[in-house]
């Protein structure tokens, strides 16, 4: 299926729902999506699209000086492109971008996946540092490009579940890559001034984050949900990437109960 520029994009066999266009988090890619998601939201009726921010696709050089409105720029590009707007889906970083872009892309409804914490990052890496300080290397580690795959029993504990394969766990992270410096600079200061808050019954809102996420822990996905007024959810047994662990398929059918009670 063609879709907007820059995404990956399956068309549903019987298009009954919004189209959905998923935004992926840091240090990964649209690729994160197709894994798992595209084809099974496509099967339930919705065209997906995955879209892969500035510098972050197959063989692209990364964009060190990318901001995180420069992200905003590409989801209101690809949102534009769709006959329609698109439910708007973000993991991680991707969910701050989308809390900047929804209201402008007019968005129908949005999910917010493991948010980067309205604190922003450096509350998160404070807490990281403090309470795991040999995985918090390993992380800047991959942002300082050396490689991923160096300590991955390291890197699982903060991205995957134990219960993911071995296999799978290098495969992944052999595509991950550096992230924009200046993105993470963006995110790493308190993101209150800058996300655009959901009134009450403006649009549904999706708040849900991983039970077993060292990142994020349930308590800033509880701020990020308190920010906008709801109550947030959590899946078992999952880690940050939620959408590649084993278990997700739980996330999954935790957005399509929700797709399906709001009505899109």
């Given at each position: 299926?063609?879709?907007?520029?820059?995404?990956?994009?399956?068309?549903?066999?019987?298009?009954?729902?919004?189209?959905l266009?998923?935004?992926?988090?840091?240090?990964?890619?649209?690729?994160?999506?197709?894994?798992?998601?595209?084809?099974?939201?496509?099967?339930?009726?919705?065209?997906?699209?995955?879209?892969?921010?500035?510098?972050?696709?197959?063989?692209?050089?990364?964009?060190?000086l990318?901001?995180?409105?420069?992200?905003?720029?590409?989801?209101?590009?690809?949102?534009?492109?769709?006959?329609?707007?698109?439910?708007?889906?973000?993991?991680s970083?991707?969910?701050?971008?989308?809390?900047?872009?929804?209201?402008?892309?007019?968005?129908?409804?949005?999910?917010?996946?493991?948010?980067?914490?309205?604190?922003?990052?450096?509350?998160?890496?404070?807490?990281?540092?403090?309470?795991?300080?040999?995985?918090?290397?390993?992380?800047?580690?991959m942002?300082n490009?050396?490689?991923?795959?160096?300590?991955?029993?390291?890197?699982?504990?903060?991205?995957?579940s134990?219960?993911?394969?071995?296999?799978?766990?290098?495969?992944?992270?052999?595509r991950?890559?550096?992230?924009?410096?200046?993105?993470?600079?963006?995110?790493?200061?308190?993101?209150?001034?800058?996300?655009?808050?959901?009134?009450?019954?403006?649009?549904?809102?999706?708040?849900?984050?991983?039970?077993?996420?060292?990142?994020?822990?349930?308590?800033?996905?509880?701020?990020?949900?308190?920010?906008?007024?709801?109550?947030?959810?959590?899946?078992?047994?999952?880690?940050?990437?939620?959408?590649?662990?084993?278990?997700?398929?739980?996330?999954?059918?935790?957005?399509?109960?929700?797709?399906?009670?709001?009505?899109?």
């Amino acid at each position: 299926m063609a879709g907007p520029a820059r995404c990956l994009s399956r068309k549903a066999p019987d298009a009954t729902g919004r189209p959905l266009l998923f935004v992926h988090g840091a240090f990964v890619g649209a690729w994160c999506w197709e894994a798992h998601f595209l084809d099974f939201f496509s099967a339930l009726g919705h065209d997906c699209h995955a879209l892969n921010l500035r510098g972050h696709g197959d063989g692209e050089i990364g964009d060190d000086l990318a901001s995180v409105d420069d992200y905003v720029v590409d989801v209101l590009l690809a949102a534009e492109a769709l006959p329609v707007p698109p439910v708007l889906i973000g993991h991680s970083m991707g969910a701050a971008v989308v809390q900047r872009a929804w209201r402008r892309a007019r968005a129908p409804a949005l999910a917010l996946l493991a948010p980067v914490p309205p604190q922003g990052l450096l509350a998160s890496s404070a807490f990281l540092a403090m309470n795991n300080p040999i995985l918090f290397n390993e992380i800047n580690k991959m942002q300082n490009g050396m490689s991923v795959q160096g300590e991955p029993a390291l890197l699982r504990q903060a991205i995957f579940s134990p219960a993911l394969p071995e296999a799978e766990v290098l495969r992944y992270l052999s595509r991950m890559r550096r992230e924009s410096t200046r993105a993470l600079m963006d995110l790493s200061w308190p993101q209150y001034f800058w996300i655009d808050r959901v009134r009450e019954a403006e649009v549904p809102l999706l708040v849900l984050g991983a039970a077993d996420d060292l990142l994020f822990p349930p308590p800033m996905v509880e701020a990020s949900a308190a920010l906008h007024n709801v109550n947030a959810g959590f899946v078992p047994g999952v880690a940050h990437a939620m959408m590649l662990d084993t278990g997700w398929r739980g996330v999954a059918e935790r957005i399509v109960a929700w797709l399906r009670s709001c009505g899109v």
